[in-house]
């Protein structure tokens, strides 16, 4: 009885255990969504492109079954993963051909024994790296392309290289508490990877640097520890996926999309169906469904962003001046955002781009008007409990100003659950956005950004239910890889929430 | 203890309380009138100063003494410590100051322990108070201040009062705050209303009638009146009575969001208590993940999915609202409540799990009681108030949602009367409609605080604390 009981709290303990089940129960689910798309009922056909990808999805599935099992056996009998299984997984890493991010991400993580943040950046970072190619890769069906596609593709090709290299060192030569000196050297270069939207090469960098230099050991633990608790929660770094293929995608769209076909009108082609030219299908218009909804992820991007900054930082500070003066000022500042807290996000919204007209910076000031009070709550309880503590007496006995005391020693204290917080409601600034934009209160009808774009799908939906169902999709995709980036967060900043 | 006797010692804490001592002064302003008089003529005798001199000669010489060098060590080590380098006659100063310091509130203490007392101005108007024949014929004119303190004595009531105001307060706030948003909008509704190709006579005209042209705080004033008289006049565009027809779209809205609430709670209640009795296991994945799905999917989009399943494939449903049929109303609620159900799971589940860790739930396992037990008889009950605080607060968003559902569904309630609205944009209705939901919703949140007050013993004793 007791070895059962001991066999089952290895198995909860083994990361990779879990990871297995979590990745076939995905695959095997995706299988079966090929499966029931792969027969058009209307049409009596058989979808052949569907067929193949159910085929290679189900294969996937019974292999990492396999694979299960063998972790099972090896981490009963031997108490850890044997190198034999970790050879196993590299077949698994082919997986990425089929687009398939549970199963090649399973194989990073399975066949190296040192899993550090580090590798998990590194080949995160190619993963998406090679996701971005894929998709910008169809761009060669069209009849041209931008003049820049080939130098940019060629750029991320190379950049796709150098990650996959700095996995084979990150795996050889980092450990938890450093890395060679010389790691400096990649660590700078990979900071230049922001520039193509890759957050998973550039944290990549910045830890190198941090662990090459390891000036202040203390900070390297923190560090350390926070990026791994993120790194091992499943959910959280796919949801981290996401939202970098999304942002490094309408990075780079702009030296590899022409945005001519996402908002030219081309009578010839209205309302195709998904093809390889039109991956996604086009719309009333003759516009490129495709182009529009990897454009539409710019202004998606740009607006959750700015609605949730914005609001934090005004509402940050009125919170950090109620909760650490308190008395009057804080009943003042409370009291007023009080009113604000009373109308809904939403209608607020609606007021005041009745009073202003609908465009994107109204938008995104409608927004943020109405996130304040949420920022401030949070802001002031967290101030309030810090502003108890003895390192702020120590300030103030030392003579610091109430500023300074607030700016340098509270809220860098107290920016934790403010970030966890602003994480956790970007997802909801992105779908304000595209609802407003959907009742035409948001974006300006003629750019392409997702709640526009269901707006006309709204319209074809009996006949071309495909114009709506694809940006819902990605909305819902990015909403939830924020939230579940949200949640790993959180967990990783302050465990008592979880 | 009489009315007046109470009242007096209501007053002489009130008076020492810090933080009321402003208002406490106000409100008994024409009470001071009288006593201030009275406090003037009778100069209250008082042997204060008398018995202080007399006492002096309890401390013998050597306790003074005693006193005396034990403030001088102190000051010298603070000297030493500190390195001040003061001469030796400023630290006998300072000790000496010291120690008669702390002669004299010995003194105090002994004397309050005699029951003699200093006469200050605020003790002789609580003994005024104490007095009936004073307290009967003030009361007229002291009256605020007699409720005042009689209510803050009772903190139940107190906090009943301080929550009315607040929200008073709240809905006048949001009520200017929308109006001036609206006001300082530099869109002209006249234009809009009247066309490109009106006159300027034409749109001073309609100014004139809708009181466009008046300052901002006459149109504010009449827009609170409006408001609050339920009388909104007319709107700009079809002149149709506003408070009526916000009046007759209310009710849908309101039906959508309770059946929509009813359901969430009736599908996430369970599915929350499940995960958090079995953390980490299948079920717990499943609904928790299905929950942040529910949370992360747009409505408007969820509705046309279930336009598209639903009503065009399957043809179970029709996809817009008509009053006779109640079948057009199960897809607006289910859409309205996956949201709310999914908040409602996840914060069911993290309730939970904190409750089922306290010592009183693994005592009621030692007792020997079964997991349905613990469950429905101990854990739920204080996991339920984080619960029912979130449902308050999302019954809020839910009727800001349903401008969205609204519109997807074609339902003519009140979120979409707002939108339609906004286009002019028609300044009164979209005041009323936006402060009507506000109102609602404060009002559910101020009785949701109330009843927590009355059934949380822990509320209630932290009440008292404070009063």
């Known amino acids: 009885m007791k070895q059962i009981t001991n066999d089952a709290l290895r198995l909860k303990l083994s990361q990779e255990y879990r990871n297995a089940h979590f990745t076939w129960i995905f695959t095997a689910l995706f299988a079966l969504l090929f499966l029931v798309y792969s027969f058009d009922f209307s049409t009596q056909q058989v979808r ?30 031997k108490g850890e993963v044997q190198k034999r299984t970790r050879l196993l997984a590299y ?18 993580a ?3 024994r040192n899993q550090t943040p580090e590798y998990t950046f590194a080949s995160y970072a190619l993963l998406t790296q090679l996701f971005v190619i894929g998709v910008s890769a169809f761009n060669l069906f069209k009849p041209y392309v931008v003049d820049t596609f080939l130098l940019a593709m060629g750029l991320l090709l190379v950049a796709a290289l150098l990650y996959a290299v700095m996995i084979v060192l990150t795996a050889r030569f980092v450990t938890a508490e450093s890395a060679p000196k010389w790691m400096l050297i990649p660590g700078i270069i990979l900071l230049f990877s922001l520039f193509i939207g890759n957050f998973f090469g550039f944290l990549l960098g910045y830890s190198l640097i941090k662990k090459a230099r390891s000036k202040n050991p203390s900070s390297v633990e923190k560090w350390h520890t926070m990026w791994l608790k993120i790194t091992r929660n499943t959910m959280a770094i796919f949801g981290m996926f996401f939202i970098t293929f999304i942002f490094s995608l309408s990075v780079v769209s702009e030296w590899i999309f022409d945005y001519d076909f996402a908002t030219q009108n081309n009578y010839s082609a209205i309302l195709q169906n998904p093809s390889l030219e039109y991956p996604l299908g086009t719309d009333d218009f003759g516009r490129d469904l495709f182009s529009r909804i990897v454009f539409g992820a710019q202004i998606s991007l740009i607006v959750g962003f700015a609605s949730t900054v914005l609001p934090a930082l005004v509402g940050g500070t009125l919170g950090a001046i109620s909760g650490y003066f308190g008395r009057t000022t804080d009943s003042v500042i409370m009291r007023l955002l009080d009113i604000l807290y009373a109308i809904p996000g939403i209608l607020l919204a609606i007021a005041i781009i009745a009073a202003f007209g609908a465009n994107t910076v109204n938008l995104i000031i409608a927004l943020s008007v109405g996130a304040i009070p949420t920022y401030a709550r949070t802001m002031r309880a967290t101030v309030m409990q810090l502003s108890n503590f003895e390192f702020v ?72 239910s495909y114009v709506a169902i694809f940006p819902g999709i990605c909305i819902m995709l990015l909403v939830l890889s924020f939230n579940f980036f949200g949640d790993g967060l959180r967990d990783a900043l302050d465990p008592k929430t979880n | 203890m009489t009315i007046p006797e109470f009242m007096k010692s209501l007053y002489l804490k009130a008076s020492i309380h810090r933080k009321s001592y402003w208002l406490v002064i106000v409100l008994s302003l024409p009470l001071h009138l009288i006593s201030w008089v009275l406090y003037r003529v009778q100069k209250p005798e008082t042997n204060y100063i008398e018995k202080l001199n007399q006492e002096t000669s309890l401390f013998s010489e050597q306790q003074r003494h005693y006193w005396f060098e034990d403030f001088y060590r102190q000051e010298k080590a603070k000297d030493q410590a500190f390195q001040l380098h003061q001469s030796e006659d400023t630290l006998r100063k300072t000790a000496q100051r010291l120690a008669v310091q702390h002669e004299r509130e010995e003194l105090r203490k002994k004397l309050e322990k005699q029951g003699v007392v200093p006469q200050t101005y605020s003790r002789f108007t609580g003994d005024l108070i104490g007095k009936p024949s004073f307290f009967w014929m003030t009361l007229i004119f002291a009256f605020l201040l007699y409720s005042f303190l009689a209510g803050r004595s009772q903190s139940f009531a107190w906090f009943v009062l301080g929550r009315l105001v607040q929200t008073l307060f709240v809905i006048v706030g949001v009520a200017a705050f929308v109006f001036t948003i609206l006001y300082i909008s530099p869109l002209d509704p006249a234009q809009n209303i009247l066309g490109v190709e009106s006159t300027p006579e034409q749109v001073a005209n309609f100014n004139r009638i809708y009181g ?31 408070t009526a027809s916000i009046a007759s779209k209310f009710p849908v809205t309101l039906i959508i969001a309770l059946f929509s609430l009813l359901m969430a709670i009736i599908i996430a209640l369970p599915a929350g208590i499940i995960s958090a009795l079995r953390p980490n296991s299948y079920w717990d994945y499943t609904f928790m993940i299905v929950a942040l799905i ?8 969820q509705g046309l999915l279930f336009i598209l399943g639903f009503s065009i494939h399957l043809q179970w449903f029709p996809a817009t609202y008509s009053t006779s049929n109640w079948l057009s109303l199960v897809l607006p609620i289910a859409v309205l409540g996956t949201s709310i159900a999914a908040s409602i799971a996840r914060m069911t589940r993290s309730s939970m799990l904190e409750v089922i860790h306290e010592d009183y739930i693994v005592t009621a396992k030692a007792k020997g009681l079964t997991e349905r037990q613990i469950v429905s008889k101990h854990a739920l009950k204080n996991a339920m108030i984080p619960i029912i605080t979130v449902i308050g607060l999302l019954f809020g968003g839910m009727l800001g949602g349903a401008a969205i559902t609204e519109k997807v569904f074609n339902i003519s309630g009140i979120g979409s009367y707002i939108v339609d609205k906004q286009f002019i944009p028609d300044i009164p209705a979209l005041l009323g409609g936006v402060v009507y939901i506000a109102i609602a919703i404060s009002l559910v949140n101020l009785v949701i605080d109330i009843l927590y007050a009355f059934y949380d013993p822990r509320i209630r004793s932290t009440m008292k604390k404070k009063g």
């Open chain 2, 294 to 301: 529910g949370l992360s999917i747009p409505s408007f989009w």
């Open chain 1, 393 to 464: 007496e120590a300030a103030r006995a030392l003579g610091a100003s109430d500023a300074s005391i607030i700016f340098k020693q509270i809220v860098p204290n107290s920016l934790a659950p403010m970030i966890v917080k602003a994480t956790l409601t970007i997802g909801g600034a992105v779908i304000a956005t595209s609802s407003l934009s959907f009742l035409g209160l948001g974006i300006e009808p003629h750019i392409p950004e997702w709640g526009n774009i269901l707006k006309v799908g709204s319209t074809y939906l009996e006949t071309h």
């Open chain 1, 91 to 108: 077949p698994l890493l082919l997986t990425i051909g089929a687009g398939n991010i549970f199963a090649s991400g399973f194989a990073f």
């Open chain 2, 212 to 242: 466009l042209d008046q300052p901002y705080l006459v149109q504010l004033w009449n827009s609170l009146q409006g408001l609050f008289t339920f009388d909104l006049g007319t709107s700009f565009a079809g002149k149709e009575n506003i």
């Open chain 1, 48 to 77: 052949l492109p569907v067929v193949i990808f159910f085929v290679i999805y189900a294969v996937t599935a019974l292999y990492v079954v396999f694979l299960t099992k063998r972790i099972r056996n090896d981490v009963i009998r």
């Open chain 1, 110 to 112: 399975l066949v190296s």
